[in-house]
């Protein structure tokens, strides 16, 4: 059984920074394409970021695109989320998403239905 635990949400101010992190654990997961995605109260959950295996090709949402940051460090079973220049709008729970769908080398998920495993979620709060 895979599980996904996420690190490192928090309050902060408009335009401050974050760095959420996420470990793996009962599989290695080195071969799939992960990701971060968010839910805001009342929207439903969006990806807003995702990585192919080898890190080598990443894929953003238009909303965090140019603010927010992914990467992974497949020796520790772990990928990130650098995000910069937060805005309010960025407030949300934000989960660590594994998809095994495909193994192939640059492939990056592209929607939450892709998702096969979910973290428990870090809440990051953004005020202005």
């Known amino acids: 059984q895979v599980q996904l635990v996420e690190s490192g949400g928090g309050s902060v101010q408009a335009g401050d920074s974050l760095r959420l992190s996420c470990a793996a654990s009962?599989?290695?997961?080195?071969?799939?394409?992960m990701g971060w995605a968010r839910q805001a109260p009342g929207k439903e959950r969006e990806l807003v970021a995702s990585?192919?295996?080898?890190?080598?090709?990443?894929y953003y949402a238009d909303s965090v695109e140019g603010r927010f940051t992914i990467s992974r460090d497949n020796a520790k079973n772990s990928v990130y989320l650098q995000m910069d220049s937060l805005k309010p709008e960025d407030t949300a729970v934000y989960y660590c998403?594994?998809?095994?769908?495909?193994?192939?080398?640059?492939?990056?998920?592209?929607?939450?239905?892709?998702?096969?495993?979910w973290g428990q979620g870090t809440q990051v709060t953004v005020s202005s």
């Open positions: 998403a594994l998809d095994i769908t495909y193994d192939g080398r640059y492939y990056t998920t592209r929607t939450v239905a892709d998702v096969n495993y």
């Open positions: 009962g599989r290695a997961v080195s071969s799939f394409a």
């Open positions: 990585i192919s295996w080898r890190g080598e090709r990443t």
